[in-house]
């Protein structure tokens, strides 16, 4: 750089300084929102636009009402072949499970007991969620490998386990399926909390020292029958 370059330049910061002493601050033009929003729609070059047959890929949800069922049928005695040999190993011939992986079976009339057993008959809320579930993320170790007609038969028979389908002979497909109610679907309800608690909501809800007086314990916790007696506990090998 010349010396007179250098010049210019101190003298340009020099000039800045004395404008900013005294309060005064060149202003840049300001943006519009249609210079905004154009900036905002230029691309980025970054990856490229996804494919439809991409989008489907991962767009594999089930609604309650049908919407995002896949094409296809299967029947129970064609879900039966299918659950022997895909899932019987880890969830039971009759669902009951084996060993320690869950059940899929069983447990109706035992939600409201200390002891409830969770299963697609006894808890899950809608046919929805169980094909959802079979179609996303089983049989373990190789998801998503089940062809739509094998996904079909195989929910179909896991509701035939649970008694929720009783003829061996029923085809399960797009249509069929909405006749499909879970025994447990009427204790699901919308969260409305919206509604139900808005009386509770504050504007500007307390954050410290909100109750008079010291804190003290009111209850205790406690393990009821966790604890085995002697001579009684599982042997470990």
Not at 32 to 47: F, R, S, W, Y
């Amino acid at each position: 750089m010349s010396k007179s370059s250098r010049l210019a330049v101190l003298s340009a910061g020099v000039l800045a300084l004395v404008f900013a002493s005294a309060g005064m601050i060149a202003a840049a033009p300001k943006a519009t929102k249609q210079n905004a929003h154009a900036e905002a729609a230029k691309p980025l070059g970054i990856g490229r636009e996804a494919k439809p047959e991409e989008i489907a890929g991962w767009d594999i949800d089930i609604r309650p009402d049908g919407q995002g069922l896949p094409p296809g049928k299967g029947t129970v005695k064609q879900g039966e072949a299918i659950y022997m040999q895909q899932c019987a190993a880890c969830h039971g011939e009759f669902g009951e499970s084996a060993g320690r992986w869950p059940i899929v079976a069983g447990g109706a009339g035992t939600l409201a007991t200390h002891d409830p057993v969770k299963s697609v008959g006894s808890y899950w809320p809608y046919a929805s969620t169980v094909m959802d579930y079979i179609r996303r993320a089983m049989p373990f170790g190789n998801a998503q490998s089940l062809t739509n007609d094998e996904l079909y038969a195989v929910t179909a028979y896991v509701f035939y386990l649970n008694d929720i389908i009783q003829d061996e002979h029923f085809e399960l497909n797009a249509n069929s399926f909405k006749s499909i109610k879970l025994p447990n679907e009427r204790n699901f309800r919308d969260d409305d909390r919206d509604v139900t608690e808005k009386s509770l909501w504050r504007k500007s809800p307390c954050m410290n020292n909100c109750l008079p007086g010291a804190a003290r314990i009111t209850g205790r916790a406690r393990a009821i029958d966790v604890t085995p007696e002697p001579g009684k506990g599982p042997k470990v090998e």
